[in-house]
């Protein structure tokens, strides 16, 4: 079973949706990333947050360490939001980071 | 990316041959990682690099060596390219090895197909 586990894996909606990504991890962590990867493109760092809530723009991330669980919530969702979301998490015992598969969102017109 | 290439970008090379590739950053930051990214897996730690001429393994390393002289640049080198190591290679940069306290920054990724 991987340490990290998103879900869903693929996900389409349509414009103006509210999205949620789920990233569930089973490790001590000491913080947790959510990054966003565009089709062909690089990965760009969207969140880092050890605790409660944290928003940019439409983009909302929380997490529950007692639960071991992140979301990732999208308003209002646009078809540029269309890409691969990972969760990541930092390992507390080793310092490095354990990475999701990625979930993949499409969002039609 | 500013502050972060990669290069090649995309690259196609037969089984056996070296192949090489460079990581240049422009932000002074100590840490640099090379990651591998293959469907079905999460982005997996080939090399990292913690200063000049100090690198270690990550969890990924067998059929890879690095290299670190100079604080921009870290090369990555399959000595003997194998099909197993087609896949899109990430390099990132970090400030810190704390991840925990620090953002990476990511290249835009050099795609590697070994025939």
């Known amino acids: 079973k991987n340490e990290v586990e998103q879900s869903p894996q693929n996900l389409t909606a349509q414009e103006g949706e509210f999205i949620t990504i789920n990233c569930s991890y089973s490790?001590?962590?000491?913080?947790l990333h959510w990054l966003q990867q565009h089709p062909g493109g690089g990965i760009v760092s969207l969140f880092m947050l050890s605790s409660g809530k944290k928003k940019h723009g439409r983009l909302i991330a929380t997490i529950n360490i007692q639960e071991k669980h992140s979301s990732l919530h999208i308003t209002a969702s646009h078809p540029r939001d269309s890409a691969v979301y990972i969760c990541a998490v930092v390992s507390y015992n080793t310092d490095k980071l354990i990475f999701g598969t990625g979930t993949r969102l499409q969002v039609f017109p | 990316d500013a502050g972060i290439t990669q290069s090649p970008r995309h690259k196609v090379t037969e089984t056996g041959t070296p192949v090489t590739l460079r990581c240049h950053q422009t932000e002074n930051h100590r840490y640099m990682y090379w990651y591998r990214q293959d469907p079905g897996h999460g982005l997996r730690l080939i090399h990292y690099s913690y200063g000049v001429k100090d690198t270690d393994k990550g969890e990924v390393s067998d059929g890879y060596s690095v290299s670190r002289s100079k604080t921009e640049d870290f090369l990555l080198t399959l000595e003997s390219a194998t099909s197993s190591q087609t896949s899109v290679y990430f390099c990132?940069?970090?400030?810190?090895?704390?991840?925990?306290?620090?953002?990476?920054?990511f290249g835009a990724g050099s795609r590697l197909t070994v025939l």
């Open positions: 490790v001590g962590i000491s913080a």
């Open positions: 990132a940069i970090s400030e810190s090895y704390r991840t925990g306290a620090n953002v990476l920054t």
